[in-house]
């Protein structure tokens, strides 16, 4: 409890002063449109609609993301996590496409002010179409909301507006306002009868219980269903029939006492469009459409601009593919910008759980007493509330933090913007508990949990995950390393490779906000500044280094018990918390592994391990750790020298799982995919290394891993190939193609060697595969998906997935 205070007080402290252009965002991506503020309890909004065809389109009021809403497609087209962005809704079945727009309007001392216009307009232009969409606000924690227009238990004309305070918005005032040309169906059946109702915008201000509000729409619709009875009741009679459902399916109009949660509803006929303006009270600003009008267009134009200079890429497209290209990529990139949200919570762990053939481990994490000495029992708890700003994997599917997708996603980000990935990059490193743990799922509230499967919801504290937040420090890094020899006055046209405050001159202005320049800047403040830069690494190594500990000490694996003949007798890793069929804590679930032994070795562990500890080598030379520099590379040298000793297979030419006989015997358990590449995909292996060449034999075999979309998960020749879940044994994973061709990239097509060219020719046959195959799929479904088939190519499971498949934008810029 003490400690839950101190962290409260702490959160406070940094969030009065978060005046900043990233308070406020689209952080509830799990919603079509959703935005709310980096503060734990606080204001949270959302957009809903549905048709009003007919009465049954109230069923399926489109609110949360999800895939059985079968929409044609919904992806931000352009997203600046400081500016704001468009957003495309395709909704077929109600006719409309919805355009939501959100611009942040910086001034005051609160973060800000925003304005957010929703535009719809019919798909089949002779087709009617007609929705009603509602927008609402709730208030968590303290503070209050307050109506200011005046009621009317027949609705409203004109804007309706709310004031309100909490803690750290301060005061605040919301207004919907509408658009000129709005209409109304006028001339349904019984329009008569409710004449006074047409055209009015309907609310209601309910007094929701602390916690809830996430549940908007499900205490929205019921105040809104409970009022459709009343008002169809009497239209029982079949010769007359029932009232035109737009006249029916309205919201009361009421406000009950301490309301904290306000629906504004409006009733369209063919194209709508309606303004939302928040004011923050200290910037004195008032909002009118005039801002978005000029706002928006202009925001565009300056993402464009922006967007061709950080992802230039080669010409190497025809000119009509090339725009098809830059509209894809920019939506992909956008989409998981925008998809990035903030979740606040408790989550669930279980500090007893393990399998038996993890039981070899030290008893401390099983003596059955917690850090108070209190006893434990066994089975899952609650832990403290947590907050984390992070991306999400996929709006609809995955709308919550991942470990493993985050280091990949922040690749990403930190091109656009350096100083917003490392905020994310913060919180995670706040994650990392005293024993140096962090759980690779973050499901974060009830809200995040609603999502998981009850089976999955529970985290286990000596279970990993791929390091992957090593990358984006090394990344960071390298963006710091590029920015400082930028600064040598020869190297003038790297401004426009880092693309990030360095190519100020030819962006355009904003016109509203900063201009450009300052904005690129505010993105790049940490490699701007060598004392912020050096400050940050400073207090991410404790913790990164802790982790890194955990890491080496919870996932250890066996050499000396069986024998085995290895350089250092240390080196060998295993994955904790696997079963017969999954290895989820690797990432690569049902790779085929076999059942499991305490004596395992895994290849994909270890070389994580090496790449984690050559990060830990960089920052500590970075921050000037010397001691601790000098033995970081000491166990680098060991880790490579065991790849080889441990997991090499003489007979298969191939890197290779390790496992112990009945007569305790170790040997290699060796299935090609993509396990067998770890060394080459994380550069570990030298370039003239005579094993490349037969990696390198591997990947491009069509027999084995290569296909026209991209690299396999697992040999087309497995037995297991295709088989079972089918999740990692063939589909193509974008993010491992990504390591691959990141690896050719940067090292084995760059530095000469004896399968140099191999290399080369291998990198631009495969870059093109996998872009043109993301991109064909993205046409032909209106998605950018989580795999693709190994054999057809064809996109597969969840949809959108903007985590990271979207690195195909890196891939076609060629930014590794
Ligand atoms: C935020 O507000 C504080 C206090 O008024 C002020 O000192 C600081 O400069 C502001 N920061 C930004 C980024 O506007
Ligand atoms: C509203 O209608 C007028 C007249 O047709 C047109 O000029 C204007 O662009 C329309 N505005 C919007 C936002 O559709
Ligand atoms: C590992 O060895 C154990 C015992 O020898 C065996 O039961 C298990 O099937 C083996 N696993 C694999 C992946 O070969």
Not at 493 to 510: I, N, R
Request: net charge negative; hydrophobic share 35%; glycine share 8%.
């Amino acid at each position: 409890m003490k400690l839950a205070n101190q962290l409260l007080l702490l959160s406070l402290a940094k969030l009065v002063f978060s005046n900043d252009t990233l308070l406020w965002g689209p952080y509830r991506p799990n919603l079509y449109f959703g935005l709310r503020p980096r503060i734990p309890q606080s204001l949270m909004t959302g957009l809903m609609w549905f048709g009003t065809h007919d009465y049954q389109s109230i069923t399926r009021t489109r609110h949360a993301c999800d895939q059985g809403d079968h929409l044609d497609s919904y992806t931000w087209t352009a997203y600046d996590p400081r500016q704001g962005g468009v957003q495309v809704i395709r909704d077929s079945a109600n006719n409309v496409k919805i355009t939501t727009e959100f611009l942040k309007v910086a001034g005051g001392e609160h973060g800000g002010s925003w304005a957010a216009r929703v535009r719809g307009e019919p798909i089949a232009r002779d087709l009617p179409s007609r929705v009603s969409t509602i927008f609402y606000f709730g208030l968590e924690g303290l503070g209050g909301l307050e109506m200011e227009t005046d009621e009317d238990e027949n609705g409203i004309t004109g804007e309706f507006k709310l004031s309100g305070s909490s803690p750290q918005l301060d005061d605040f005032v919301i207004r919907v306002v509408d658009g000129p040309n709005n209409t109304m169906v006028t001339d349904g059946p019984h329009a008569e009868a409710f004449g006074e109702r047409i055209g009015k915008t309907h609310f209601v201000g309910q007094s929701i219980p602390a916690g809830n509000v996430w549940q908007a729409k499900d205490f929205i619709l019921k105040a809104l269903i409970d009022r459709a009875r009343e008002a169809v009741a009497p239209y029982q009679d079949p010769a007359t029939g029932p009232p035109d459902p737009s006249y029916v399916l309205q919201l009361p109009d009421e406000v009950y006492t301490g309301s904290n949660l306000f629906a504004v509803q409006k009733l369209f006929d063919g194209p709508f469009q309606f303004d939302v303006f928040f004011e923050s009270g200290s910037s004195k600003q008032k909002l009118s459409s005039s801002i978005l009008d000029q706002g928006i267009p202009a925001l565009v134009a300056s993402y464009d601009e922006r967007f061709r200079s950080v992802f230039p890429y080669p010409s190497d497209y025809a000119k009509e593919k090339e725009q098809s290209l830059e509209a894809f990529s920019k939506a992909s990139t956008s989409n998981l910008m925008g998809g990035v949200g903030y979740f606040y919570g408790t989550s669930i762990i279980n500090r007893k759980f393990s399998y038996e053939w993890d039981e070899d481990e030290d008893a401390t994490s099983n003596t059955g007493q917690d850090e108070d000495g209190q006893e434990v029992q066994p089975g899952a708890r609650l832990t403290e509330p947590k907050a984390l700003l992070t991306a999400t994997p996929s709006r609809s599917f995955f709308p919550r933090g991942f470990y493993w997708d985050e280091g990949f996603h922040l690749l990403h980000i930190g091109r656009w913007d350096n100083d917003f990935s490392l905020e994310i990059l913060k919180d995670w490193i706040a994650l990392i508990d005293e024993d140096g743990w962090v759980a690779r799922e973050q499901i974060l509230g009830e809200e995040a949990r609603s999502k998981v499967p009850q089976e999955f919801q529970t985290q286990v504290p000596n279970y990993a995950n791929p390091p992957t937040l090593a990358m984006a420090v090394t990344a960071f890094i390298s963006r710091l390393k590029a920015t400082t020899d930028s600064r040598a006055p020869s190297a003038q046209d790297l401004g426009l490779d880092l693309g990030m405050g360095l190519g100020a001159d030819s962006q355009v202005p904003l016109a509203t906000g900063p201009s450009s320049a300052s904005e690129a800047a505010a993105g790049s403040q940490y490699l701007e500044s060598s004392e912020l830069a050096l400050s940050f690494l400073k207090s991410i190594y404790k913790p990164l280094k802790r982790h890194y500990d955990w890491f080496r000490r919870t996932q250890r694996g066996q050499i000396k018990q069986y024998g085995r003949i290895a350089r250092s007798r240390t080196e060998g890793y295993r994955w904790r918390g696997r079963s017969e069929l999954h290895v989820l804590t690797s990432g690569m679930d049902d790779y085929p592994r076999g059942p499991p032994h305490a004596g395992e070795l895994h290849l994909d562990l270890i070389s994580w391990m090496a790449f984690f500890t050559r990060t830990m080598k960089e920052i500590a030379g970075y921050i000037g750790e010397t001691d601790d520099e000098i033995s970081f590379g000491e166990i680098e040298k060991a880790i490579l020298g065991n790849i080889d000793d441990l997991h090499w297979n003489e007979q298969e030419k191939m890197y290779c799982d390790v496992n112990v006989s009945n007569e305790d015997e170790s040997y290699h358990v060796c299935h090609k995919g993509y396990l067998s590449l770890f060394p080459f995909f994380l550069s570990l292996l030298p370039s003239d290394s005579p094993r490349l060449g037969y990696i390198l034999d591997l990947l491009r075999d069509p027999e084995h891993l290569w296909s026209p979309y991209g690299i396999r998960s697992l040999s087309a020749s497995h037995p297991e190939f295709g088989q079972g879940e089918n999740y990692w044994k063939g589909p193509i994973w974008v993010q491992m193609n990504y390591l691959i061709l990141s690896a050719l990239h940067k090292t084995y097509a760059a530095q000469p060697g004896p399968y140099q060219a191999r290399a080369k020719e291998i990198y631009a046959a495969l870059r093109k595969n996998v872009v043109d195959n993301v991109h064909k799929e993205y046409q032909r479904t209106g998605y950018v998906w989580e795999q693709y088939d190994a054999i057809t190519g064809e996109g597969k499971r969840s949809h959108p997935f903007t985590g990271w498949t979207s690195l195909t934008t890196l891939i076609l810029a060629e930014k590794y």
